[in-house]
C-alpha cells in the first residue's frame, strides 16, 4: 500500500470543493487497507494513554460532512481501540430549549474534553453556519437581539459569526487544546447510492428520513457553503482537512492516519516520571508483593 502524506488533505490555501476529489487510491484491497487501519489505531490507542497520563493536552476532533458521508461509521472504526475512559463522543442535533436560551457556541463549549481526553464532535459548531445558512430562518430562533428579520441574516451577520468560530477556536488552542477538523467529501452520485442502500435493506430503515432528500435538493447550496465555511476557518492552529469519502475504508485510514502523524509530532507528550523516592524503591515494592 502506498505511504500518503498528510499535508496533501490540509486545507492551506482557498480551495474550490468541486475541484477537490472525493476519491483517493491508496494502491491496495480494502482488506489490505482495512489492516492498516487496524495497526494505526492500535498505535493511536496505546498514545491515547501517553495523552491522558501526560494530561496538558485536550484532543478535539470535529467531523463534518453531508448525510451519509460515513461519520457514525468513521468514529466507531478509527477510535475502537480507545480506553473508553478517556474519549467521550458528541452528537449535535437539533438545539434544545435550554441550549437555544445560551449563545450558538455554549452547548460546544460545555461540551469540550478535559485535558488528558480526546473529544469526537460528531457535526459541530459549524453547522451553525452551514445548516444556518442554507435555512436562514432557523437564526429568528435564537431569539438574537440585533436581528429582527431575516433580513438581519446577511453577509455581515455571516462575517461576524465566521470571525467568532475563530476566535472560538484560537481561544482553546491557546489553552491547551489540539485542534482537527475534518469534511468527510462526498459526490453526490454516492450519497444518492447510499441512500438507495438504505431503503433497499430493510435493516437500514431507521436511518432513512423523507427530510434527507429534501435536503438533497439543497445540495449545491451546502456544498457552497461547505466551501466557505472551510476557506474561512482553516488556520494553521485549527485547520481543516478534505478527507475524500467515497470510499469508506479509504477515508477511515486517512483520518487515522492524519492523527497519529500529527500527534506524534508532540514531542513533549510523554508519560511522567515517577518522583524519585518512589523510583528508587521499586525493588522494594516488588519484594513486598512477592513476598506475600
Not at 427530510?211 to 474561512?232: F, M, T
Request: proline share 3%; glycine share 4%; with cysteine.
Amino acid at each position: 500500500m502506498e505511504n500518503i502524506n498528510i499535508n496533501q488533505f490540509k486545507v492551506n490555501e482557498s480551495i474550490q470543493l468541486k475541484n477537490v476529489a472525493t476519491t483517493f487510491d491508496l494502491g491496495a484491497r480494502k482488506k489490505a487497507i482495512e489492516k492498516e487501519l487496524e495497526e494505526v489505531r492500535e498505535k493511536l490507542g496505546d498514545f491515547q494513554n501517553t495523552i491522558y497520563a501526560h494530561g496538558k493536552y485536550a484532543i478535539l476532533i470535529c467531523i463534518q460532512g453531508m448525510d451519509t458521508a460515513g461519520k457514525d461509521s468513521m468514529i466507531r472504526e478509527v477510535f475502537k481501540d480507545f480506553n473508553t475512559r478517556g474519549i467521550v463522543v458528541h452528537s449535535f442535533k437539533v438545539p434544545t430549549e435550554l441550549e437555544l436560551n445560551h449563545d450558538y457556541l455554549w452547548r460546544h463549549y460545555i461540551a469540550l474534553p478535559a485535558r488528558g481526553k480526546f473529544g469526537v464532535f460528531n457535526r459541530t459548531h459549524y453547522e451553525n453556519v452551514l445548516v444556518t445558512r442554507v435555512h436562514p430562518g432557523y437564526i429568528l430562533g435564537e431569539s438574537l437581539p440585533d436581528v429582527k428579520s431575516i433580513d438581519d441574516v446577511n453577509d455581515a451577520f455571516w462575517t461576524k459569526r465566521f470571525r467568532q468560530i475563530n476566535d472560538f477556536e484560537k481561544h482553546i488552542v491557546e489553552n491547551g487544546t489540539i485542534i482537527f477538523k475534518f469534511f468527510l467529501h462526498l459526490s453526490k452520485e454516492e450519497q444518492k447510492n447510499r441512500l438507495l442502500r438504505r431503503l433497499n435493506r430493510t435493516e437500514k430503515h431507521w436511518k432513512f428520513s423523507p427530510g434527507d432528500l429534501k435536503e438533497r435538493k439543497l445540495w449545491d447550496s451546502y456544498q457552497e457553503c461547505y466551501e466557505d465555511a472551510i476557506n474561512r476557518t482553516s488556520k494553521s492552529h485549527a485547520p481543516w482537512y478534505t478527507i475524500p469519502a467515497d470510499d469508506k475504508p479509504t477515508a477511515r485510514y486517512i483520518v487515522a492516519r492524519i492523527l497519529y502523524d500529527t500527534l506524534i509530532q508532540y514531542k513533549d507528550i510523554v508519560e511522567p516520571e515517577l518522583e524519585a523516592d518512589i523510583k528508587k524503591n521499586i525493588g522494594d515494592y516488588i519484594k513486598q508483593l512477592e513476598n506475600e
